[in-house]
């Protein structure tokens, strides 16, 4: 990165990352489901993001695809530049276009959790969220799977996600 990141810096999770972040759901197919039309075209962004904006806070979920841009990241960017926090929301299905349905069941997250750490290549999430609370599961029970993948040093910073997809 040359210069001042866009916007300047704030501090999240504990690490110093552009003000500006890049937020990667439009970079699926229509309804925000399956591959872009333009593979190449959404990998060369991801690059020029980072590399030529200076942009280092990527915000993505599993959801998204789902699952496709956590693999567009990692063909775009890995191996991760050290200044980069890549935040990765779980805790949403994807039943077909445009809809987005809570699944906080702790067996689900913790297997979201794993398959971020798959598709991304990595041994920990800096950042992960959790995308909704679903209301059919104890709030305590979904944070507490949460907490325990990072007790197990899966998750580095725990943050929860609101408003719209």
């Not at 904006?53 to 789902?66: N, S």
């Not at 798959?118 to 709030?139: A, N």
Request: net charge neutral.
């Amino acid at each position: 990165m040359s210069g001042t990141p866009p916007a300047g810096t704030i501090t999240i999770a504990g690490k110093s990352v552009s003000r500006l972040g890049f937020g990667t759901m439009r970079l699926t197919g229509p309804g925000t489901r399956g591959d872009p039309e333009d593979r190449h075209t959404a990998i060369r962004v991801l690059r020029q993001a980072v590399h030529t904006h200076g942009i280092t806070h990527i915000d993505t979920a599993d959801a998204y695809g789902p699952h496709t841009v956590e693999h567009l990241i990692r063909e775009a960017l890995y191996p991760y530049p050290e200044d980069v926090l890549i935040a990765t929301k779980v805790g949403l299905v994807r039943p077909a276009p445009n809809v987005w349905a809570p699944h906080g069941h702790p067996v689900y997250l913790r297997s979201c959790v794993e398959a971020s750490l798959r598709r991304l290549g990595v041994e920990r999430l800096e950042l992960c969220y959790l995308h909704r609370i679903d209301p059919e599961v104890p709030t305590a029970d979904q944070i507490g799977t949460l907490r325990a993948l990072q007790d197990e040093g899966k998750i580095g910073s725990l943050g929860h996600g609101s408003g719209a997809n």
